[in-house]
């Protein structure tokens, strides 16, 4: 079974700092991957997805990337603002029934 | 743009009672999935369907029933609530589930059972 594993758990940050979090996952064997916002009580907003064949997504000031051979992607954002205060999670599509999760990194931007 | 929505945002049953969770996607997706959250677990799969008149297991199915009738349309039921069946349910959807798949997710539904 595939295991999803997000690293830190939390991260705080000052305003204007740029941040790396992390995913791995064992099985390299995945279609995509794909990186979700979620808010505090609410859904999961898709931020990025990279397909198996690709190395990098960007959009804004936020870049993904996969390292598929090494079960790594990591979500760089540049300049980071207090809006950005989230938990990221990251999940991985291995067939039609299979997106599995990570725990999520709790990030706080402080002003 | 609707999306995936969720019926209801909230709700709180008592041990032993029945309730339905509606999801709805107006993207003409195919796939569609129940998920529950819960703190330090993740999210994970419950029952999925591949199209109209299809069902089947995800990770944890025990005391869940799911039907979908109609595309649009994705039901999760609870037959006899069990305070282990607290947690956050997502609904989502997906057009297929190859490389340039992305999964659309609703606002979730927040369960307590007492």
């Known amino acids: 079974k595939q295991e999803v594993t997000q690293i830190p758990a939390a991260l705080s940050v000052p305003e204007g700092e740029n941040l790396v979090l992390n995913c791995s996952f064992t099985d390299s064997a995945i279609y995509n991957l794909q990186w979700f916002r979620q808010d505090p009580g609410k859904g999961l907003t898709s931020l990025l997805l990279i397909q198996s064949s690709q190395r990098e997504q960007t959009s804004g000031r936020l870049n993904a990337s996969l390292d598929k051979s090494s079960g790594r992607s990591t979500l760089y954002i540049a300049a980071s603002q207090p809006g950005d205060s989230a938990t990221y999670l990251c999940a991985v599509r291995s067939g039609a029934n299979n997106l599995f999760f990570g725990t999520g990194t709790r990030l706080t931007v402080i002003p | 743009n609707a999306g995936v929505t969720q019926t209801p945002k909230f709700r709180v049953l008592k041990t032993g009672q029945s309730m339905t969770l509606l999801c709805a996607q107006d993207m003409n997706h195919e796939y569609m999935y129940w998920y529950r959250q819960d703190p330090g677990m993740g999210l994970r799969l419950i029952h999925y369907s591949v199209g109209e008149g299809t069902t089947a297991k995800g990770e944890v199915p025990d005391g869940y029933n799911v039907s979908r009738l109609k595309k649009q349309n994705f039901l999760l039921g609870l037959e006899s609530a069990a305070p282990s069946q607290t947690s956050v349910y997502f609904c989502?959807?997906?057009?297929?589930?190859?490389?340039?798949?992305?999964?659309?997710f609703g606002q979730g539904t927040r369960l307590t059972v007492v």
């Open positions: 989502a959807s997906s057009y297929e589930w190859g490389m340039n798949t992305e999964a659309f």
